[in-house]
């Protein structure tokens, strides 16, 4: 089976991150992988949304988390993903319809070499399942010399099933209880025999007799069943066209027709009722009903209540049917939670190693520039795939917005040429555009504090410790200098939250390019911090713009500094 790929950025995406997913996905399809899906592990931030917005590319789709359900490991694949390929996906699942004959069903079970069948009704809404153990219910409770059985079906189904020839058929839709009657004695004998019975609800099986088929037809049963090929005449034809009823002549001799009417019953009939899940359900929250489910599968449902496909204990050890590639982060506490569940395909990024390891070898491609978009600016170049010229917009944004219009510390001579070029295929302007960004990103002071930190916060963990450090940029440093006890207070509730060792907010002044540095935390850091402090808990670090490559290093100083 062919794997969906989801390409993802960290949590708290930005626009380096999302832009980077986007262009990458593309290029995989420009290559011919169509089951490749662009993800983001969070909200768009303005600047990414102007972006997207402005250039008119779609946004990766957005995935709360990746933690494991039920569309992972359904065989054949998620259904709701069909129509995110363009070139095909997984199928329909294989379903029955309810008024479908059990022969039919049967059939279908066989043919898909599967233990079970999901039943639906004309909408394709889940009802029931059918699986082998329902049906041989069915057949021992309906099969036994002890009890006349009768059973619910139509004589379309009957027809059908018995690979019959009607001669003439009434009500061919209607699925009542009937009864078999096979013509072995005597006419008189048959007679009573039938009317104790109750012609009006018998299928009778006949072969060449004359005086029984005439009967019959006078006592209005629902169905002459002529086995072995027989034919009726003309005059008793006539008749049963005046008295409706139906006369079919079954191809089989009259055991083999009796034994197939059993499987002309609607197969709605004898589904069992489990209970379905959802494909979005979380594998812990069924895996027990699973263990003790008939044939240990479950029904999956969509969103609609519709048949998404069938899930077996034993999908759950299989590989799920996602895999995913990194790109813009590599430390596990920084990507989407649940990512550990899957194949890591490739990693694409540009910041420090952090503790990611992997089963099997991957493609890792990390290179000191400013910003993933540069990686994946050159790698398009590299494979020599044109670049459309939304996402060759959507990168150089990428760029830009990741080293500070080309201004920050991170800065490479790779990046700045890249941005020529992809300037030079847009007609875009680097200043201009530089400009709207940065208009775009300044919406700080309608943030609350909590957005303020949440929007660009990478959590790490050093020397057994964890923290959070957030990054904000903004013209205008002093409006959040004056709302200084209400950020440390949100930093502080973020930092006893998790029990981190401290909570930092980076407040980049765009403008002249310093920031600072909001910290809360245990004594035990903070007593270690020697910066230069502009009021309580807020600290002046002149020419620092880069969180990854000036402020980690002095961070993991301080760090190490606490745990000695
Ligand atoms: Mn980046």
Not at 183 to 197: D, K, V
Not at 260 to 275: F, H, N, Q, W
Not at 296 to 304: A, E, K
Request: aromatic share 6%; glycine share 6%.
């Amino acid at each position: 089976m062919e794997k969906t790929v989801y390409i993802i950025g960290h949590r708290n995406p930005d626009t380096d991150s999302v832009v980077s997913a986007a262009a990458y996905a593309a290029l995989k399809h420009a290559q011919g992988q169509k089951r490749v899906i662009a993800a983001r592990a969070g909200k768009i931030n303005p600047q990414t949304e102007y972006i997207f917005d402005r250039f008119g590319v779609s946004l990766p789709e957005y995935l709360p988390d990746l933690v494991p359900k039920a569309k992972y490991y359904i065989s054949g694949g998620d259904p709701s993903l069909v129509s995110a390929h363009p070139g095909g996906g997984p199928g329909k699942p294989v379903t029955v319809h309810e008024e479908a004959s059990l022969w039919e069903a049967l059939e279908l079970l066989q043919k898909d070499d599967s233990k079970v069948l999901p039943i639906v009704d004309r909408n394709g809404i889940y009802r029931s399942m059918l699986h082998y153990g329902g049906f041989a219910r069915y057949i021992i409770a309906n099969i036994t010399p002890r009890k006349k059985s009768s059973f619910p079906l139509s004589l379309n189904h009957l027809a059908a099933t018995i690979h019959a020839q009607p001669v003439t058929l009434f009500n061919g839709d209607e699925i009542r209880k009937s009864s078999i009657v096979v013509a072995a004695s005597y006419t008189a004998h048959f007679t009573g025999h039938l009317e104790t019975e109750g012609a009006e609800n018998a299928l009778v099986i006949v072969g060449d007799r004359w005086d029984i088929q005439k009967c019959c037809i006078k006592m209005k049963v629902r169905a002459l069943i002529l086995s072995g090929g027989n034919i009726l005449s003309k005059e008793l034809i006539e008749l049963a066209e005046q008295n409706g009823v139906t006369v079919l002549i079954s191809p089989f001799d009259t055991s083999s027709t009796a034994m197939l009417i059993i499987y002309s019953v609607p197969v709605g009939t004898l589904g069992d009722a489990v209970k379905p899940i959802r494909l979005h359900d979380p594998v812990r929250t069924f895996r027990e009903a699973l263990s003790k489910a008939p044939s240990r599968c479950l029904p999956v449902i969509d969103n609609d209540g519709k048949a998404a496909g069938v899930i077996f204990e034993g999908d759950l050890i299989k590989e799920p049917n996602i895999d995913v590639i990194m790109v813009d982060h590599n430390e596990p506490g920084q990507a989407i939670e649940g990512i550990e569940n899957y194949k890591i395909l490739e990693v694409i990024d540009h910041h420090r190693l952090g503790n990611l390891s992997t089963r099997y070898p991957i493609t890792f491609i990390n290179r000191v520039v400013g910003a993933t978009c540069t990686i994946i600016t050159n790698l398009y170049r590299e494979q020599k795939i044109p670049l459309e010229k939304g996402i060759a917009s959507i990168l150089l944004c990428g760029i830009l917005a990741d080293t500070l219009v080309l201004q920050s510390a991170t800065t490479t001579e790779a990046d700045t040429e890249a941005a020529e070029y992809l300037s030079s295929i847009t007609g875009l302007d680097i200043k201009a555009l530089g400009h709207d960004l940065q208009n775009a990103a300044n919406q700080v002071n309608s943030l609350s504090s909590e957005e303020l930190i949440t929007t660009d916060m990478k959590e790490y963990a050093e020397r057994g410790f964890s923290f959070t450090v957030s990054q904000i940029e903004t013209d205008n440093p002093e409006a959040l200098v004056e709302r200084r006890t209400e950020i440390a207070a949100a930093l502080e509730r973020m930092r006893a939250a998790k029990d981190h060792l401290f909570s930092a907010l980076l407040v980049t002044d765009v403008t002249v390019l310093d920031s600072l540095l909001f910290v809360t935390g245990k004594k035990s850091f903070t007593s270690h911090i020697n910066f230069p402090v502009t009021g309580q808990g807020i600290y002046v670090l002149k020419e620092v713009v880069s969180r990854k490559k000036q402020l980690m290093p002095l961070l993991a100083e301080l760090v190490e500094k606490a745990a000695e």
